[in-house]
T-cell receptor, first 118, second 116 residues
Framework: NAGVTQTPKFQVLKTGQSMTLQCAQDMNHNSMYWYRQDPGMGLRLIYYSASEGTTDKGEVPNGYNVSRLNKREFSLRLESAAPSQTSVYFC?????????????????FGPGTRLLVL | AQSVAQPEDQVNVAEGNPLTVKCTYSVSGNPYLFWYVQYPNRGLQFLLKYITGDNLVKGSYGFEAEFNKSQTSFHLKKPSALVSDSALYFCAVRGYNAGNNRKLIWGLGTSLAVNP
């Protein structure tokens, strides 16, 4: 299994440009997440999807949109990139089946996308 | 208030010596606690978790963590550090967002440097 994959690995954008970060998982997990990681600020949740067909805002959703395309895929879109969105973006997934409570909240992360907005 | 504190930004230890990375938390109810590791230019990897049961939890790569309810701590430990353990370590606790949905609350991370 590949686990959680993300594309692209690196991207440079100009202010105002748009782009979509792709994420896919092959673990049949219900829940998926998008985080950004910035120095001194740890991990901050942007959006999450508890299950296919649902999405919810996290701590820092402004400037982003998401799509849970199917159970495997969860994309993050920047409609008009800003320098403040320069960051490393991580996608993660977890099992949220109540029958498997001991697995809940164990999140599995992708390798990340490094985004620079000029 | 829900929070996780990792009081040390950086921990330095000599190879072969025991290491401890500290974590304290604040959350209502029974805590679900996690440790993750991030190697340079990589995503986070799950190390171990405490849900219930024995206060000493064993995880990957020889790491263990001790849950202390009275001190609201969940320190990560390893008896003998390796240079390859050098990485960024994150502690997390399960909390709830405004909609009463579960979420992970993350510490800011501790950079561990193991010197040869």
């Amino acid at each position: 299994n590949a686990g959680v994959t993300q594309t692209p690995k690196f991207q440079v954008l100009k202010t105002g440009q748009s782009m979509t970060l792709q994420c896919a998982q092959d673990m049949n997990h219900n829940s998926m997440y998008w985080y950004r990681q910035d120095p001194g600020m740890g991990l901050r949740l942007i959006y999450y999807s508890a299950s296919e067909g649902t999405t919810d805002k996290g701590e820092v959703p402004n400037g982003y949109n998401v799509s849970r395309l199917n159970k495997r895929e969860f994309s993050l879109r920047l409609e008009s990139a800003a320098p403040s969105q320069t960051s490393v973006y991580f996608c993660a997934s977890s099992e949220a089946d109540r029958r498997l409570a001991y697995l809940q909240e164990t999140q599995y992360f992708g390798p990340g996308t490094r985004l620079l907005v000029l | 208030a829900q929070s996780v504190a990792q009081p040390e930004d950086q921990v330095n230890v000599a190879e072969g010596n025991p290491l401890t990375v500290k974590c304290t938390y604040s959350v209502s109810g029974n805590p679900y606690l996690f440790w993750y590791v991030q190697y340079p230019n990589r995503g986070l990897q799950f190390l171990l978790k405490y849900i219930t049961g024995d206060n000493l939890v064993k995880g990957s790569y020889g790491f263990e963590a001790e849950f202390n309810k009275s001190q609201t701590s969940f320190h990560l430990k390893k008896p003998s550090a390796l240079v390859s353990d050098s990485a960024l370590y994150f502690c997390a606790v399960r909390g709830y967002n405004a909609g009463n949905n579960r979420k992970l609350i993350w510490g800011l991370g501790t950079s561990l440097a193991v010197n040869p």
